[in-house]
């Protein structure tokens, strides 16, 4: 039988290492993917994704069970630490960092859908921050409109707003690329 994150949470709070182990085995992967996702690069996200564990550490013993899920909270803990990176490194232009390699074999296919997820990439990360975090949360990471809500402190109105105005931005850019996206994509 698998304990539950708020037992992990309970034990946590009374210092028990092995609990909060438990707890980072379960939700690093998802961090880490959040993190990447908004710094675009894999040691400035595993540094962040460290440092909001390690807060999350500090501060054992004014977790509010109840008012979130855990991983709604550390989520916010991720973005605000990723934001407060970003303030940091203004003078550093992140825009460089190359896509990962695609594993698959078809180099021509990957090469195609690399370019178009930039194309992809590039209108999302156009958007206004805050519309770029809910697309994000949205679809990267699969919240719900009340987690996203809870997640960036605003109300599910205000997050349905956001998202339709960032749509709505995307399908204007994306509309200017579509022959370029076309022409990318392989004809089947």
Not at 100 to 113: F, G, I, K, N, S
Not at 166 to 177: H, K, P
């Amino acid at each position: 039988m698998e304990v539950s994150d708020d037992d992990l949470l309970r034990r946590t709070a009374t210092d028990d290492e092995a609990a909060f182990r438990i707890l980072v085995g379960r939700h690093v992967d998802k961090a880490f993917g959040l993190a990447l996702r908004i710094l675009r690069n894999d040691a400035d996200a595993e540094d962040t994704v460290q440092d909001a564990f390690l807060k999350i550490w500090t501060n054992r013993h004014r977790f509010e069970l109840g008012r979130a899920k855990f991983s709604t909270f550390l989520c916010r803990v991720v973005i605000n630490r990723c934001i407060d990176f970003h303030r940091r490194q203004r003078t550093e232009p992140l825009d460089g960092v190359a896509e990962p390699a695609d594993p698959r074999p078809d180099v021509v296919t990957a090469l195609q859908r690399a370019e178009v997820n930039e194309m992809l990439d590039e209108a999302v990360n156009g958007l206004p921050e805050r519309q770029r975090l809910a697309i994000m949360l949205s679809y990267h990471e699969g919240l719900g409109n009340e987690e996203i809500a809870d997640v960036m402190e605003t109300t599910v109105f205000a997050i349905e707003s956001l998202l339709k105005r960032a749509r709505e931005r995307l399908r204007a850019v994306l509309r200017t690329q579509e022959q370029d996206i076309r022409l990318s994509l392989p004809a089947d």
